[in-house]
T-cell receptor, first 114, second 118 residues
Framework: SAVISQKPSRDICQRGTSLTIQCQVD?????MFWYRQQPGQSLTLIAT?????????ESGFVIDKFPISRPNLTFSTLTVSNMSPEDSSIYLC???????????FGQGTRLTVV | AQKITQTQPGMFVQEKEAVTLDCTYD???????LFWYKQPSSGEMIFLIY??????QNATEGRYSLNFQKARKSANLVISASQLGDSAMYFC???????????????FGSGTQLTVLP
């Protein structure tokens, strides 16, 4: 398995500000993903974090709102920019490695925008 | 069309009894994987069990088993001997494999909230 450290675990932010979420993995992984889970909803993929290049965003998500970095094989950040109350969600980092098919998840970041 | 369908928003089960959580999927890819995750109220996603599309036998992991019926495109999770700690949201998910053979991201169902009664 992979051990994933995601920070912060929760935050309350003012609208109009930005928050950067960090995801650190204890081993090299092939793929890293960022998901959003709105209150009472399922998980929706925001983007695939690509090492050394721009992330691949899903429909409805744009780089200006959710810039993502992945400088190496074990670390990625997601920034939620110019936040509004609609951005209040759990944000989850997920990784896949070569050892098995399952995806592992960080503990999640519970974001509340006021 | 939804790729993963979970038709049970909520389920109740008596402690020590078995429960089945339903999941149907839709894909035209011959190679895919099916997963079940548990999400307690703390929010973390816990991997439970995996079934590959070419696997001949149903997957089992301790008290969890996956009832895989390929022709019906269903992948139901069976939890035996339910425990109070099993109360959580359960998500079914699928990963399709691209034409180049690389794994794609997971697509999740809407989830089933399981409550185990003492």
């Amino acid at each position: 398995s992979a051990v994933i450290s995601q920070k912060p675990s929760r935050d309350i932010c003012q609208r109009g500000t930005s928050l950067t979420i960090q995801c650190q993995v204890d081993s090299q992984v092939t793929m890293m993903f960022w998901y959003r889970q709105q209150p009472g909803q399922s998980l929706t993929l925001i983007a695939t974090a690509n090492q050394g290049s721009e992330a691949t965003y899903e429909s409805g998500f744009v780089i200006d709102k959710f810039p993502i970095s992945r400088p190496n094989l074990t670390f990625s950040t997601l920034t939620v920019s110019n936040m509004s109350p609609e951005d209040s969600s759990i944000y989850l980092c997920s990784v896949v490695n070569k050892k098995g098919p399952e995806a592992f998840f960080g503990q999640g970041t519970r974001l509340t925008v006021v | 069309a939804q790729k993963i369908t979970q038709t049970q928003p909520g389920m109740f089960v008596q402690e020590k009894e078995a429960v089945t959580l339903d999941c149907t999927y839709d894909t035209s890819d011959p190679s895919y994987g099916l997963f079940w995750y548990k999400q307690p109220s703390s929010g973390e996603m816990i991997f439970l069990i995996y079934q590959g599309s070419y696997d001949q036998q149903n997957a089992t992991e301790g008290r969890y088993s996956l009832n895989f019926q390929k022709a019906r495109k269903s992948a139901n999770l069976v939890i035996s001997a339910s425990q109070l700690g099993d109360s959580a949201m359960y998500f079914c998910a699928m990963r399709e494999v691209s034409a180049r053979g690389s794994a794609r991201q997971l697509t999740f169902g809407s989830g089933t909230q399981l409550t185990v009664l003492p």
